[in-house]
């Protein structure tokens, strides 16, 4: 099985919807890209955690298939983030940001895990992602996330890991800030001459668009009969993006073909991650369930 | 060549955007309707001008193939809107709406029209849609358009009309609204339930979804690296949406292939309106313009 290396928080989210609320459930970037891959490929977890994570958390990611010898447990809290979403789902407040062990995690890639093929870069500090980047020997395949914190304060940094980067996945507010077009194609074309020959644009239930070497491709979103909670559905999307490319063997010279059908993986898993709380709804879905999931996708493309 | 009836607004409008202004040029949802529909069908235009109205502009709409006979000239003036688009030119504000010889329109479908077997109902007060179905003698197929201000205020009318349409096309707060319903899916539903076998939600820059008797098929839009003037757009998809349908001989008894197809002629006509001001857009495109961009929005959606 091809093995993917992801660094990234592993968190608790206090999450309210208009109908319910959950307090300190299992999140973080990590840990939904890891729960959404690891069916198909095994994920290592680099990552940090406080006195206070539940043993639980941490078996349930090794149940899952993820190694998790990468996730240190600190002196402290576990990054805490909670957050209130509008009725419509989609729209959210955040309430509170508590970096706990998260302030000064400092990632450190197991001397074993260094030449890990592929590798997934979650949204943390640009200069975090340098650090494992000049860890890694060589890793056949890059995929980068980012936020617009780090766009917005963080550009010398970030211009950095996009150098290194295959895959940059951004959403659509994201490309414009990062490039300064409006047009997405021309937000996606000045990113990728900053590095990444390809470019993601999310654009949550509107779907994603990627921009490859030779053309692009839009996918739509699964249409939901009703959204729980949509937290982590982006780093969930690039658990199933980046898990079908391992699979797949792509590498960073591979052309456009694994990467348009990666697009339908990784919609198609993300499609779960709101249907329940924190990763409930990714780990419900059994590989039967993907597969429906990814033959309803196709034929909402086929005319 | 095939035929089909057009009723809507024949139109003045005035257009300002972050760059340019353009006063009373020919807008209304007839004129989009028709200059994107007349190359593949012929069009039969019933609406009302003023004595304001351009012998030039009427020229325009005949020489391209439409039949304007069915346009009556009435005391008073064309119905102008006046609207101003924010920066992304999507968002927009009215700033003023002069109804003039529109007040009292009532469409009268000249009596050799009336078995015309293409019917677009643009967006115009239901009880006149209505007045419009009445007349006509068992339309093989008939497409519907609304907008929110009939859905909040003429439910009764708006119903009648629906029971009697193939087809319906609104935006998706649209379809929101007419349902009472957040998720697209079953807000689509709760529309085919009223009486339209086929619903077609439109949402702008992010493509546009069929909701059809066996299955839904999303279009993404084709993505632009300018637009001068968005006003139009949804009237010239209807144009090209109606056009494949009647020109491959589609009716309300067809399943559902030829109306997957003609979301792809909609979409790519319909790309074409936002590259100009007024019906400018549209008239660039000659047949191996669409027939590329077709080719182009195929290529977006093959995996």
């Not at 909670?229 to 591979?254: M, Q, R, V, Y």
Request: contains cysteine.
């Amino acid at each position: 099985m091809a093995t993917v290396l992801a660094v990234g928080s592993v968190a608790y989210d206090t999450i309210e919807t208009p109908t319910a609320r959950r307090e300190r459930q299992l999140g973080g970037s990590a840990s939904y890209f890891a729960v959404a891959a690891t069916p198909v490929v095994s994920v290592r977890i680099v990552g940090a955690v406080g006195e206070d994570f539940r043993q639980a958390d941490l078996d349930l990611l090794r149940d899952r298939g993820a190694d998790v010898e990468g996730i240190a447990r600190r002196p402290g809290r576990t990054f805490h983030w909670a957050g209130r979403y509008h009725d419509d789902l989609i729209e959210r407040d955040t309430l509170a940001t508590e970096l706990g062990v998260f302030a000064d995690f400092a990632p450190e890639v197991p001397a074993s895990w260094r030449d890990t093929p592929y590798l997934f870069l979650g949204n943390i500090h640009p200069a975090l992602q340098l650090r494992v980047l000049e860890q890694m020997r060589r890793p056949r395949l890059v995929v980068t996330d980012t936020m617009n914190f780090w766009i917005a304060g963080q550009r010398a940094a970030l211009r950095s890991v996009l150098a290194r980067s295959d895959v940059l996945l951004v959403n659509d507010s994201e490309a414009r800030q990062l490039s300064g077009r409006r047009g997405l194609a021309e937000a996606a074309a000045a990113i990728q001459a900053l590095g990444p020959a390809l470019v993601v644009v999310k654009k949550g239930e509107h779907g994603a668009i990627l921009f490859g070497r030779t053309g692009l491709l839009a996918v739509p979103a699964v249409l939901l009969p009703s959204v729980v909670d949509p937290t982590g559905a982006g780093d969930a999307f690039a658990g199933g993006f980046l898990a079908h490319l391992a699979a797949a063997g792509a590498d960073s010279g591979s052309d456009d073909t694994p990467f348009r059908v990666a697009m339908l993986h990784a919609t198609a898993v993300a499609s779960f991650c709101p249907q329940g709380f924190s990763v409930e709804g990714l780990l419900a879905a059994d590989p039967p369930a993907r597969a429906a999931r990814l033959a309803q996708l196709r034929a909402m493309m086929t005319p």
